[in-house]
T-cell receptor, first 114, second 112 residues
Framework: DGGITQSPKYLFRKEGQNVTLSCEQNLNHDAMYWYRQDPGQGLRLIYYSQIVNDFQKGDIAEGYSVSREKKESFPLTVTSAQKNPTAFYLC?????????????FGDGTRLSIL | KQEVTQIPAALSVPEGENLVLNCSFTDSAIYNLQWFRQDPGKGLTSLLLIQSSQREQTSGRLNASLDKSSGRSTLYIAASQPGDSATYLCASARSGYSTLTFGKGTMLLVSP
């Protein structure tokens, strides 16, 4: 079955620690996205990538970093500079490089602070 | 900057009722309007995508309409079922941009 796999499902971060969230897709999609969702809020875009080795900042990129070394993988690092990282993180992908295709989502990673 | 608003924030209906969820957006220069479903603790599932040149899209009991001039889209759910209980989010793709702007969603509860 094709889809998007996010791991881990739950993650805990200590103060001053960087953590990396994994996102893998086997849909052969070109574009991948990272969103943050807070309770009662819509999704806010952190970073997106339309092609391997290229990515763009979204609306709330500060304190986050990404890489896109392989088409199927788009890991997100939450750095210690992100002061309020507790949230539900969602990864998505879509065909092509534009926005005229439906986005497919993983089941998310819930990040909490210890 | 595009702003997307969904009303109501929550809705509770008895099974079998037809219902309408509303989505409004401030910039009418959109590429498309998308509707998603989110179950608790899960990711989003794409339901319908309406291109800017279209007026509506249908999938089973779901019908989504788009009125660009008024900046509105509606999601019509016919003969609602308890399995329809979820949060429904709309998102707009603005012309010239590569990203979606999401509303905060409408939480729907369908009671047996």
């Amino acid at each position: 079955d094709g889809g998007i796999t996010q791991s881990p499902k739950y993650l805990f971060r200590k103060e001053g620690q960087n953590v990396t969230l994994s996102c893998e897709q086997n849909l052969n999609h070109d574009a991948m996205y990272w969103y943050r969702q807070d309770p009662g809020q819509g999704l806010r875009l952190i970073y997106y990538s339309q092609i391997v080795n290229d990515f763009q900042k979204g609306d709330i990129a500060e304190g986050y970093s990404v890489s896109r070394e392989k088409k199927e993988s788009f890991p997100l690092t939450v750095t210690s500079a992100q002061k309020n990282p507790t949230a539900f993180y969602l990864c998505a992908s879509s065909r092509g490089q534009g926005i005229n295709q439906p986005q497919h989502f993983g089941d998310g990673t819930r990040l909490s602070i210890l | 900057k595009q702003e997307v608003t969904q009303i109501p924030a929550a809705l509770s209906v008895p099974e079998g009722e037809n219902l309408v969820l509303n989505c409004s957006f401030t910039d009418s220069a959109i590429y498309n309007l998308q509707w998603f479903r989110q179950d608790p603790g899960k990711g989003l599932t794409s339901l319908l995508l309406i291109q800017s040149s279209q007026r509506e899209q249908t999938s089973g009991r779901l019908n989504a309409s788009l009125d660009k001039s008024s900046g509105r889209s509606t999601l019509y759910i016919a003969a609602s079922q308890p399995g329809d209980s979820a949060t429904y989010l709309c998102a707009s793709a603005r012309s010239g941009y590569s990203t979606l702007t999401f509303g905060k969603g409408t939480m729907l509860l369908v009671s047996p």
